[in-house]
């Protein structure tokens, strides 16, 4: 598996991510390229995904970009690492087991290096640090309390390659990010970053940490590659 870092060239656009990718993408898929993971930190960015609703945009003068990854309203930009895998499945196709690997390697990463306590939450895509009293209870069990998505993650497979992927909070801004939106189209959660939770790392540990794993994880997965 090859990883293409755009980090050291700083913030780039969504659009030349998104042009980098799908050129990625039509190579892996037609066997010319090796397993891709894509690496970046974006230009400040609201996309819209292709469960958006209308309700979830708050600031109707936001310029949002409509892409065709599933989930909804989310930002990039500075403080948050993206990872893109672009990966060819093998067949029979299994999205289901596609989108648990990408789930288990961010949670695996974050609690072997951090030791936060993510999970999934069921119905909800992403990996989240939950609410939970003094008695243990979560938020939907008492009503109260808001659970905190750490990695925002949005996948598609076309043609048995995949495409977008893990948007992970570093150490964003939240008095820019997020603002102006419903993020995910969730009014009852919150969005935290490890910053947040009292964690301070760099990017290039946090990329490192989560590319390991997502090596291990998605490997198993993927169609075999024969560079000629």
């Keep these: 598996m090859r990883v293409e870092n755009l ?76 990872i893109y895998p672009v990966v060819r499945l093998r067949e029979p196709v299994d999205l289901i087991a596609y989108i648990r690997a990408v789930e288990g390697a961010v949670i695996d990463a974050v609690r072997g290096t951090w030791g936060l306590d993510v999970e999934i939450v069921q119905g909800r895509a992403g990996v989240w640090l939950r609410y939970r009293d003094a008695a243990g209870r979560t938020a939907a069990e008492q009503g109260t309390g808001r659970d905190r998505k750490l990695c925002a993650i949005g996948l598609k497979v076309v043609q048995n390659a995949t495409l977008h992927g893990l948007a992970l909070n570093i150490h964003p801004d939240f008095s820019h990010a997020f603002t102006g939106i419903i993020p995910c189209g969730l009014n009852d959660a919150g969005v935290t970053s490890l910053f947040e939770e009292g964690i301070e790392t760099d990017f290039d540990t946090a990329a490192k940490v989560v590319v390991d794993q997502l090596a291990v994880k998605l490997t198993p997965l993927l169609a075999p590659f024969s560079e000629i």
């Design 7 to 82: 980090l050291p060239r700083g913030l780039v656009s969504y659009q030349e991510a998104d042009r980098i990718q799908r050129e990625t993408w039509a190579r892996v898929r037609d066997g010319e390229l090796d397993h891709t993971l894509i690496l970046g930190q974006f230009e400040p960015t609201y996309t819209a995904g292709r469960n958006t609703h209308d309700s979830d945009l708050i600031n109707k003068d936001l310029p949002v970009i409509r892409t065709d990854r599933a989930g909804s309203l989310t930002w990039h930009g500075p403080g948050q690492l993206v």
